[in-house]
């Protein structure tokens, strides 16, 4: 039995070759991941968790093994499943309503041009971005920036948000304030989507998750469920 947006990886390998040599990145791998659950994939790096990443977004194939998004093997990238990548990716070229806006005609292309104007600028609102819709990426900070990757990812509405590693190059301060949203905006959404969120912050995995894989080099090692209540404050625990 599947449920919307589940994903399922059925003895998933994946090889690749560097200075003659093979090298095995991924072996074996064999989970599901529930409609709604936002799992954190934990783990140092080298481990293979981009990898994995790749794989579930459809960038790369397996090398053995089989995808399934809603019991449907998975056979590229597809506007059902959104990245938000480390460095943002955001077109330089276009400000962050252009960008997000983007994100809207490839997902949604039945649209108009007024309703994806004024669909961008609600999701640039819900990221604290309303302000900075004009600007175009070298205007602003890279938590900024991140905020706009988010809202392009939400906006198209995506049934699968996939996150690598998207705060690692923040300060702390901006780092804490998108945990916080990305939280909320899950948790307190009419549907929650599926997350994949890679990260090697156990503290980060700890306030987000409502499930870990653990990851060591090429494998899933542990499966651990979060059992604890929304939303959680990383100050407040940290003062408690």
């Known amino acids: 039995l599947f449920f919307l947006a589940t994903i399922q990886l059925d003895r998933v ?3 690749y070759k560097a200075h003659g040599q093979c ?11 529930q409609d709604g659950e936002f799992v954190c994939v934990l783990g140092r790096s080298g481990c293979g968790k981009s990898t994995l990443l790749r794989l579930l977004s ?25 990245m938000v990548f480390q ?7 276009m400000t962050a309503r252009e960008n997000v806006r983007f994100g809207i005609r490839q997902a949604r292309g039945n649209l108009s041009r007024r309703e994806t104007r004024e669909l961008a600028g609600a999701y640039l609102e819900k990221v604290g971005m309303a302000e900075a819709a004009d600007r175009y990426p070298c205007q602003m900070s890279g938590g900024m920036c991140q905020r706009v990757a988010i809202a392009r990812a939400l906006a198209m509405d995506a049934e699968i948000l ?11 301060r901006s ?3 998108l945990q916080r949203l990305l939280e909320r905006l899950w948790s307190q959404g009419e549907k929650r989507k599926t997350v ?4 090697h ?9 409502s499930r870990i894989l653990y990851m060591t080099p090429g494998r899933v090692s542990r499966d651990l469920p979060v059992d604890l209540p929304y939303p959680r404050d990383a100050l407040e625990d940290a003062e408690a």
């Open 13 to 15: 390998s994946f090889t």
């Open 87 to 93: 460095n943002y990716a955001l077109f330089p070229w």
């Open 23 to 33: 090298f095995q990145a991924l072996r074996d791998l064999n989970f599901t991941i």
């Open 162 to 172: 996939l996150l690598d590693e998207p705060f690692g190059a923040l300060d702390a």
């Open 175 to 177: 780092r804490q304030e």
């Open 196 to 199: 994949v969120f890679v990260t």
């Open 201 to 209: 912050d156990l503290q980060e995995a700890a306030q987000l998750a």
């Open 58 to 82: 459809g960038l790369q194939a397996p090398s053995t093994g089989v995808i399934r998004v809603d019991g449907t093997p998975l056979e590229g990238p597809a506007t059902s499943r959104a």
